[in-house]
């Protein structure tokens, strides 16, 4: 039985955010899901109660924090396929820019100031190091990064402005599922690697591409570094400790350190689940950097954080895992 108090989980029912929610609940807090669902799944949120609502609506969420006496806000909810971002950018700054300062001012209403932001290795854009520390950060070369970073730089402002205490983890590729297989990613439409290749075994997409051969890496297509979404479950927890336990925020990579090209991902998933993958090659897709992969001596230093699961291995087998009982819709 939880006994720490309430937490508001912004896009708590969605991919990463389901999957904190568990190690919130496992950590004696109850997680007080706030989602308008407009790509989360109500039967996610399984550790604590549910409320509708979008994030845009400060009055709704400070009467949430009041109601639940929440003690301290985790923020997932955004939009975030990076494609998407470049075609319809005025969606991404409305709700990734202006509905996180709806959550800001719902938090300001209702007296509570520490939050620990989702944010993401897009806000690093091409920036030619690797791997890459927090402080090389933007420009971003796509609409959602840009969105990030704003919302990383409202946040320091409201800091020291208005007495919040913040920490901005910035992920970066997340993968796999909760090993239980109750939560995992599913999306209408799916444009991360992982999920497509699997959805693609199972006959979900017909058109899984890989998008690039012809990036200066190793094998010609991009590399990102993949962290299995219990691990950043894990950091938000320590986060959060550090932020009620009085210490400052900060910002902080969360990826392994170690980088995994496209065709290397695709060969252990074949390795993995002894099936083909059937795949077509396409041109670089705009908005894509080359090479992403983290630094993460920081979040290791200060959050105690660890990669324990962010092997392809177990990434890919907790992903197949859950793809064959999700049943995702075709795309
Ligand atoms: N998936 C990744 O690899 C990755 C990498 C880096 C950063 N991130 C960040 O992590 C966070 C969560 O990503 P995810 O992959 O779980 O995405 P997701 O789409 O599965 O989850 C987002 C959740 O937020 C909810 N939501 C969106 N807009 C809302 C609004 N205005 N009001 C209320 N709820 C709203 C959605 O319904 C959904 O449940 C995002 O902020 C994303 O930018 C994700």
Redesign the pocket.
């Known amino acids: 039985m939880a006994t720490r108090g309430a937490l508001l989980i912004?896009?708590g029912?969605?991919?990463?955010?389901a999957h904190c929610c568990k190690a919130v609940a496992e950590a004696g807090f109850v997680p007080v899901c706030?989602?308008?669902?407009?790509?989360?799944h109500r039967s996610f949120v399984q550790w604590g109660p549910f409320v509708s609502?979008?994030?845009?609506d400060s009055g709704k969420v400070a009467d949430t924090i009041r109601r639940y006496d929440v003690q301290a806000v985790m923020h997932?909810?955004?939009?975030?396929a990076i494609g998407q971002s470049i075609v319809d950018p005025q969606t991404y700054y409305r709700?990734n820019v202006t509905?996180a300062l709806g959550l800001l001012q719902g938090m300001r209403e209702a007296g509570c100031s520490s939050i620990v932001l989702?944010?993401?290795?897009a806000v690093y854009g091409e920036a030619g190091r690797d791997p890459i520390p927090e402080g090389a950060a933007g420009p971003a070369i796509n609409p959602y990064g840009r969105s990030?970073y704003m919302i990383e730089q409202i946040l320091t402002d409201y800091c020291t402005a208005y007495g919040f205490s913040a920490s901005v983890l910035r992920?970066?590729?997340?993968s796999g599922a909760a090993v239980e297989r109750r939560i995992g990613e599913l999306?209408d439409r799916e444009t991360?690697l992982i999920p497509r290749a699997l959805m693609a075994i199972l006959g979900h997409v017909t058109d899984f591409a890989i998008f690039g051969t012809d990036y200066d890496t190793p094998d010609g297509t991009a590399v990102r570094d993949y962290i299995h979404v219990d691990d950043l479950a894990d950091a938000h927890i320590a986060a959060l400790e550090r932020l009620l336990g009085g210490k400052a925020g900060g910002t902080y990579n969360l990826g392994t350190g170690g980088g995994h090209s496209v065709r290397e991902v695709v060969d252990a998933i074949r390795r993995e689940t002894g099936e083909q993958v059937p795949l077509v090659y396409r041109a670089r897709r705009a908005g894509d950097p080359p090479v992403l992969v983290a630094d993460p001596r920081l979040a290791r230093q200060e959050l105690g954080f660890m990669a324990r699961r962010s092997d392809l291995g177990t990434i890919i087998r907790s992903a197949w895992a859950w793809h064959q009982t999700a049943h995702p819709r075709i795309v």
Do not use: V
């Open positions: 912004a896009g029912a969605g991919y990463i955010g706030y989602d308008d669902l407009s790509t989360g609502g979008d994030i845009a997932f909810a955004a939009s975030s709700n509905g989702s944010s993401t290795g990030k992920y970066f590729n997340a999306r991360h």
